[in-house]
């Protein structure tokens, strides 16, 4: 009986979850990836954690926050260089786009309940 209760609890919680993700996808826009992180679409979530998440996913390349041109190409991430330079190279910055901010919320509730 616990168990079916502790179930339907997870349920509405990844359900809630969604909806706020949705909400937050048509307000914001294309976000930075660490703001991505700090906001309330996904809960308990630290930028390393996430970066691995991607990178495990084979959405960045190994060791790097760049993302694989297949998910640029689609629509799904933004990689744009920024005015800040580091040791004489432009740097970038990943930003996740309203189209995958959803997919990218339930891709890590499903890393997290493989990681359970």
């Keep these: 009986m616990q168990l079916a209760a502790d179930q339907a609890k997870e349920i509405e919680f990844k359900n809630d979850l969604i909806i706020a993700s949705n909400e937050a996808s048509i307000k ?21 954690k996430f970066y691995e998440l991607m990178r495990k996913q084979g959405i960045l390349f ?7 041109q297949n998910y640029v190409s689609r629509g799904f991430l933004k990689w744009l260089p920024t005015a800040e330079e580091h040791g004489g190279k432009i740097r970038y910055t990943l930003f996740v786009t309203a189209r995958w901010k959803v997919w990218i919320a339930s891709k890590y509730m499903n890393y997290l309940d493989n990681e359970q």
């Design 62 to 68: 190994a060791n790097s926050c760049e993302p694989i």
């Design 28 to 48: 914001a826009g294309d976000i930075k990836v660490s703001e991505f992180v700090k906001s309330t679409d996904i809960v308990n979530l630290g930028i390393n």
